[in-house]
């Protein structure tokens, strides 16, 4: 799914770079006070697909494309059936006819069209309702961790299909599954 792809928009991409600046502005100034600075990870992809509300989340989006594509694959067999209908019926009609059953071969083309390019668009909205909404959660979550656990700073460390803020953090300072224990516990 294009979930990863949906999580980065513009908006998002620009808060990352602010945060990044203040990271660089705050980190100088807690050097000296370098035993109180604790800073973490979490990967909020990983939350989404691994909690049982973000599969159950993710599933039902699934559902609903699966059930949009039945109804695309149905209106693609009349097509084909219909353009079938055309090249056997061919020969024997008329000019007029040969024209009424393209025209008509045309009109279910474009209206097929017209609806795949809907549920492109409808699964698109759903998918971006679907990922701020758990991003608001996640958030909600990672701060909860954060707050137990004396952090700092949690930075979302990205994956390869979003933008990578994190290049390397050792494995202690990655608190996805502590954020996905905490996120099941608040959204059961």
Known sequence: MQV??????????????????VILTVLP???????????GVVDPQTVLEKSKSGKRALDTLKEYAATRQKLLASDEEELKNLEKQLKEQDASLNEQQKRDKQNQFRTKLQDYQRRAQEFNQELGAKQKELVDEYMKKIGIATKSVAEKGGFTLVVDKGSESTLKIVLYHRDTLDLTDQVIKEFDRQNK
């Open 4 to 21: 990863r792809q949906e999580r980065m928009t513009a908006s998002r991409k620009g808060t990352l770079l602010v945060l990044v600046a």
């Open 29 to 39: 100034s807690l050097s000296g006070a370098a035993d109180t600075f604790k800073m």
